[in-house]
């Protein structure tokens, strides 16, 4: 019965590649993002989508696709993969303010 | 461009103590701010939401307050607890609706036996 589920948890790679990360809430939520954790723990916004539609993109690369299927799901991919891209993703959801996050994926770049 | 400073940025306490967080914005006009629980390797636990319009809210041992004018919020923890041990981290929101959530860094705490 978890709220907000990633996958995967874990997620190494080599410089160059393509990867994707999913993320769904089952919280009926209508609005979902991806928050970028950095080494230094700072917690920062990249996307927001409502009802599946971008509403905010917060100065991030092109390299970096967020796609949502349907209100349940935003899937983050992530082309041409770079060193600087290592960090924790987190997915969040809310409605009406309080916003829920997933357990996050955690990307080393190799 | 909204800024949030957490001090202090790590805190170690024996249990039983009492213990006050802080948080600092630098533009009052915020939606609302909220404070986070972050446990080694897992996601966020949101605690407590504070409207801009409230001035404190409470959950347990538990309770933030708000000054939205001066830019401030605290996070009182009551008779700290080892199992309280984690990051917490602050929040605001900026706007209604689609807004996004500006966080400090936070602060590591570490409640000892």
């Known amino acids: 019965d978890t709220a907000v589920s990633q996958t995967p948890k874990y997620l190494v790679t080599q410089m160059g590649n393509d990867k994707s990360i999913k993320c769904e809430q089952n919280?009926?939520?209508?609005?979902m993002y991806w928050y970028k954790q950095d080494s230094k723990k700072f917690l920062k916004i990249m996307f927001s989508?409502?009802?599946?539609?971008?509403?905010i993109n917060e100065t991030v690369p092109n390299r970096f696709s967020p796609k949502s299927p349907d209100k349940a799901h935003l899937n983050l991919h992530i082309n041409s993969l770079e060193l600087g891209d290592s960090a924790v993703y987190f997915c969040?959801?809310?409605?009406?303010?309080?916003?829920?996050f997933g357990p996050g994926t955690r990307l080393t770049v190799l | 461009k909204q800024e949030v400073t957490q001090i202090p940025a790590a805190l170690s306490v024996p249990e039983g103590e009492n213990l006050v967080l802080n948080c600092s914005f630098t533009?009052?006009?915020?939606?609302?701010l909220q404070w986070f629980r972050q446990d080694p390797g897992k996601g966020l636990t949101s605690l407590l939401l504070?409207?801009?319009?409230?001035r404190e809210q409470t959950s347990g041992r538990l309770n933030a307050s708000l000054d939205k004018s001066s830019g401030r919020s605290t996070l009182y923890i009551a008779a700290s607890q080892p199992g309280d041990s984690a990051t917490y981290l602050c929040?605001?929101?900026?706007?209604?609706?689609?807004?996004?959530?500006?966080f400090g860094k936070g602060t590591m705490l570490l409640v000892s036996p």
């Open positions: 504070i409207q801009s319009s409230q």
């Open positions: 919280l009926g939520h209508d609005t």
């Open positions: 929040a605001v929101e900026e706007n209604s609706g689609y807004s996004t959530l500006t």
């Open positions: 969040a959801s809310s409605q009406g303010g309080r916003q829920f």
């Open positions: 989508y409502n009802n599946k539609e971008l509403i």
């Open positions: 533009d009052s006009a915020i939606y609302n």
